[in-house]
């Protein structure tokens, strides 16, 4: 599978996780979060070229996708994720709260999506 793919893969999984969370269905969003993450381990096992396929996303149209994103993109491009994520950070709902706990972990040294 091409990064491109790959990267499509993870954006679709991500927003339909959100879907289905919103809609109070944790079974089928177990199915897409698991998708996106087997993209996103894809991406990862291909090195920096796969983690520069991924950095397109972090101007995804929706919010979700860009802190997913950004959150697998800290080590790597430490100064455009933490923009991404403070900038959804500062708003309130489930994915600014998500925003906020990546960080979080970020700056507590606990962060651990993507070891190099």
């Given at each position: 599978?091409k990064?491109?793919?790959?990267?499509e893969?993870?954006?679709?999984?991500?927003?339909?996780?959100?879907?289905?969370?919103?809609?109070?269905?944790?079974?089928?969003g177990?199915k897409?979060?698991?998708?996106?993450?087997?993209?996103v381990?894809?991406l990862?096992a291909?090195g920096?070229?796969?983690?520069d396929?991924?950095?397109?996303?972090?101007?995804?149209?929706?919010m979700?996708v860009?802190?997913?994103?950004?959150?697998h993109?800290?080590r790597?491009r430490?100064?455009?994720?933490?923009?991404?994520l403070?900038?959804?950070?500062?708003?309130?709902?489930?994915?600014?709260?998500?925003?906020?706990?990546?960080?979080?972990r970020?700056?507590?040294?606990?962060?651990?999506?993507?070891?190099?």
């Amino acid at each position: 599978m091409k990064l491109e793919e790959l990267v499509e893969r993870f954006a679709l999984n991500v927003a339909a996780q959100t879907e289905a969370i919103w809609r109070g269905d944790a079974k089928t969003g177990n199915k897409h979060a698991r998708t996106y993450g087997a993209a996103v381990d894809k991406l990862l096992a291909h090195g920096d070229a796969g983690r520069d396929a991924l950095l397109v996303l972090l101007k995804h149209e929706r919010m979700d996708v860009r802190v997913m994103a950004a959150a697998h993109l800290l080590r790597y491009r430490t100064a455009e994720a933490k923009a991404v994520l403070e900038e959804a950070a500062s708003g309130e709902g489930m994915i600014p709260f998500c925003a906020q706990q990546a960080l979080q972990r970020w700056e507590e040294g606990t962060w651990a999506l993507d070891p190099g």
